[in-house]
């Protein structure tokens, strides 16, 4: 079964409809790039707030390997609230 890409429409709808500030920040997350294994073990200490990227570990990737994963500016706010999070 071929993947399909959300409509621009569908996404806005979808993260509309999140209630709550984590789970907007999750589709907005993936929307970056992030696979749903990386999301799931994410760590705040992933996160780089200062650069504005993701470090994926290795082992939570799916080819073995680290990467960078950029987020936009407009996310900051959102990622800012767990920032103080364990």
Excluded: W
Excluded at 3 to 9: F, I, L, R, V, Y
Excluded at 24 to 43: D, H, P
């Amino acid at each position: 079964m071929a993947k399909k890409d959300m409509a621009p429409e569908e996404y806005q709808r979808l993260l509309n409809a999140a209630k709550k500030k984590t789970h907007k920040l999750m589709f907005q997350l993936m929307a970056c790039g992030l696979r749903t294994k990386e999301l799931v073990n994410l760590k705040v200490d992933d996160i780089d707030f200062e650069r504005g990227f993701i470090l994926v570990r290795k082992e939570s990737s799916k080819n073995g390997k680290e990467r960078k994963v950029f987020y936009p500016e407009a996310i900051a706010p959102l990622l800012e609230f767990i920032k103080d999070r364990p």
